[in-house]
């Protein structure tokens, strides 16, 4: 798989590389960021997957969340993908912000026109981890996975679906039971069609109730003041009632203050990296 380098900055010691690529699972050509710390120099590092919210690029993480020096320090491979396939020529792909372009949901679609493109699912639990792995100096044994909003989701769902593959997983205000909100229903109903037992299969809510073990350490920063989650499009508080009924451990925090941006994801971002250091590099 043939990769094309679009840039590359040093940062913290480390490099901050941008990289695309023909995906089979999206069938287009995707981005997707890097950053190798300075210990990749010298041997192999755990990957740690970050999925962006909607209408998000590779871009808004890596420029915004500031969190290189975390990174750099701990010896952590920092993977940012795209959040949809682009330019796949489908009509209505670009007609809202919140489905289609940017959009991708993290799940595989069963639908007409979106199902030959729209496989994120796969991409970034199975495309994506072979291309790295293949590509860079990663343990593969060694992977965990965070995001935000829609990537929150998808952090959650990855990790619940596939029990043993990460060693940790955390979000920042994630859209915890999507069957049930107004972003998820409108997302489900395009990309997996009317069945809602279709849905549940990518609910981190609903997942959870099937979960085997509480093998799982789950970390979930929230800003109080999150006008998302004052509309009901994130359900918390959902998510934790069946994590507390499955004795899986989260760890919620309720920041006062905080909204839904990067200004929030920038002053907890540490926290996450942390969390996730303490699993890789056990």
Known sequence: MALKQISSNKCFGGLQKVFEHDSVELNCKMKFAIYLPPKAESG????????????????NFISKSGYHQAASEHGLIVIAPDTSPRGCNIKGEDESWDFGTGAGFYVNATEDPWKTNYRMYS????????????????????????????????????????????????????????????????????????????????????LVESYPDSQLDILIDQGKDDQFLLDGQLLPDNFISACAEKKIPVVFRLQEGYDHSYYFIATFIADHIRHHAKYLNA
């Open 123 to 206: 991409y970034v639990t199975e495309e994506l981890p072979q291309l790295i792995n293949a590509s860079f100096p990663v343990d593969p044994q060694r992977m965990s996975i965070f995001g935000h909003s829609m990537g929150g989701h998808g952090a959650l769902i990855c990790a619940l679906k596939n029990p043993g593959k990460y060693k940790s997983v955390s979000a920042f205000a994630p859209i915890c039971n999507p069957v049930l909100c107004p972003w998820g229903k409108k997302a489900f109903s395009g990309y997996l069609g009317t069945d809602q037992n279709k849905w549940k299969t990518y609910d981190a809510t609903h």
């Open 44 to 59: 192999k590092c755990p990957a740690l997957y970050w999925l962006s919210g909607l209408t998000c690029t590779e871009q």
